[in-house]
């Protein structure tokens, strides 16, 4: 049977009000959206000194918020971080009739009447995560009409394992004009084994499975903490979840989940990128940062390279104290699932080996195309040689400031680094990748002294 055989739905899920509805009650977009060309203006040279918080984990709020689709009640999620990317999926969200709220680092989620199951390419082109909201809809509402991302700049990033899973589980699922048509009268569990690690695609299937009816196992499950956060919030809400945090994930379906608080664990891809930052600054003559709100128990491989680097770092609790009064000694990282050296670091340790003493390599196994920032660095004199998947870096004494430009979110985070690290002045166009996924970052830098200012 084909979906477009299937019955017809009731009329409260079918209507296309995807961008009617109240009138949004979110914060007002951030500048970034409406802003898309700014630009930073960087002058390297000083080293990094003094105390920052960070923020919550964008890539654990990001699913905390499509979990709100598998309940009626509402749900309060605490520490959510300022940046587009949340912006897009409270858009996308309100589209779908689900009320968000926000007070400050809170954001209030409610789902108790949702009038739509659709998440337009209009929205998904610009975020990939969100693909996050096809298994919870498709868990409660039995149906959904997701986008397929298409191509992004790191890569090809198909969402074939997602679909794979939710296949296993009894959905039947068409291609019908660049969307993702599925539809099961109830999920039921099942024996999931990925084909790779995929970070969304084990969170996907985990909400899906947790309104199903039997038991879903997920073997070769993501191991990032975001997965384990996520199985935090799923089981405060009821449902039964163990083994999140190993490759093996066993979920016994409930009928319903309720309302629940969740604090979203801190941010470790942030916190490395102001690490590597006040690493890259130490030979200006001593950078010494302590950030608070922090897991270090979630940056042991981010930490590891810092120390090789030559860094002195102490934590403790939700602390990290970073200290560096040289040019930091090369190293080489090769990107691969967690517990290893994250992906989303690689562009920054490409950056500080750029002004390292000595040649280091760098290997990215998980996105085909994440390479971009190596010509933008280049225009900052960085001496770097590609080879297939392999960047070789030799460090120079002296990156030297020029314009560049943003490519995606962490090749931007690079550049700003390469950039506090250069001779003179930079400015990095086109910073609203860099605004998906860190919150203000030049004033938080700004607060550590660097010379950073956006430009409109
Ligand atoms: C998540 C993170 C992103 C991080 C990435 C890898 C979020 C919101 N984003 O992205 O910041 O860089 O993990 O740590 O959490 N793949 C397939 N088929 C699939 C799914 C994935 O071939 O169905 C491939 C991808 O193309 C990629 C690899 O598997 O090469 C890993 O991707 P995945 O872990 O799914 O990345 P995301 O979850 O999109």
Redo the contacts with the bound molecule.
């Keep these: 049977m084909r979906v477009s055989d299937l019955p017809t739905l009731p009329a409260r899920l079918t209507r296309p009000v995807y961008f009617r509805g109240p009138a949004p009650r979110v914060a007002a977009p951030l500048a970034a959206l409406d802003a898309p060309m700014d630009k930073l203006k960087i002058t390297g040279g000083v080293p990094l000194r003094g105390e920052l918080a960070m923020s919550g984990a964008k890539?654990a709020a990001?699913p905390a918020l499509a979990v709100a689709l598998l309940t009626a009640d509402e749900l309060v999620i605490d520490n959510v971080p300022q940046l587009a990317d949340i912006a897009t999926m409270s858009r996308l969200l309100r589209g779908m009739g689900v009320a968000v709220e926000r007070h400050g680092a809170r954001l209030t989620v409610s789902a108790a009447q949702p009038t739509a199951t659709e998440a337009p390419y209009e929205l998904v082109k610009t975020m990939?995560?969100s693909v996050l909201v096809l298994g919870p809809l498709l868990a409660r509402f039995a149906q959904a009409r997701v986008s397929l991302p298409g191509g992004c700049a790191i890569?090809?990033?198909?969402?074939?394992?997602?679909i794979k899973g939710l296949r296993a589980m009894g959905a039947e699922i068409e291609i019908e004009h660049g969307y993702i048509v599925a539809r099961a009268p109830r999920l039921r569990g099942a024996h999931i084994a990925t084909d790779?690690?995929?970070?969304?695609?084990t969170e996907n299937l985990m909400m899906a499975a947790a309104l199903a009816d039997g038991t879903t196992v997920i073997e070769n499950a993501?191991r990032?903490p975001?997965v384990g956060d996520l199985a935090l919030l799923l089981n405060a809400m009821g449902a039964r979840i163990q083994g999140a945090g190993t490759d093996r994930i066993v979920i016994e379906g409930v009928e319903r989940l309720h309302g629940a608080t969740h604090r979203v664990l801190p941010d470790r891809i942030e916190t490395g990128t102001f690490l590597v930052a006040a690493a890259a600054t130490g030979q200006f003559g001593g950078a010494d940062v302590t950030l608070r709100d922090v897991a270090p128990g979630t940056l042991d491989a981010v930490l590891d390279k810092l120390r090789e680097a030559g860094c002195e770092v102490a934590n403790n609790g939700d602390w990290i104290r970073l200290r560096m009064d040289r040019r930091p000694r090369a190293v080489s990282v090769c990107t691969a699932?967690y517990p290893d050296f994250?992906?989303?670091m690689q562009a920054q340790f490409m950056a500080l080996d750029c002004v390292a003493d000595g040649a280091g390599q760098i290997v990215e196994t998980?996105?085909?195309n994440r390479f971009m920032h190596v010509l933008e660095l280049q225009r900052l004199g960085a001496d770097i040689a590609i080879e297939g998947h392999t960047a070789q870096v030799t460090g120079v004494p002296r990156l030297s400031g020029a314009k560049v430009m943003a490519t995606d979110l962490r090749a931007s985070a690079g550049l700003v680094i390469a950039a506090l690290a250069a001779e003179g002045e930079t400015v990095v166009d086109r910073i609203y990748h860099l605004d998906r996924g860190y919150d203000r970052m030049e004033q938080r830098l700004a607060a550590l002294g660097a010379r950073i200012e956006r430009q409109k």
């Excluded at 890569?155 to 997602?162: L, T, Y």
């Excluded at 790779?196 to 695609?201: L, S």
């Design positions: 890539n990001l990939r995560a890569g090809a990033r198909p969402v074939d394992q997602h790779m690690v995929t970070v969304t695609g993501a990032e975001e699932p994250p992906t989303d998980i996105f085909e």
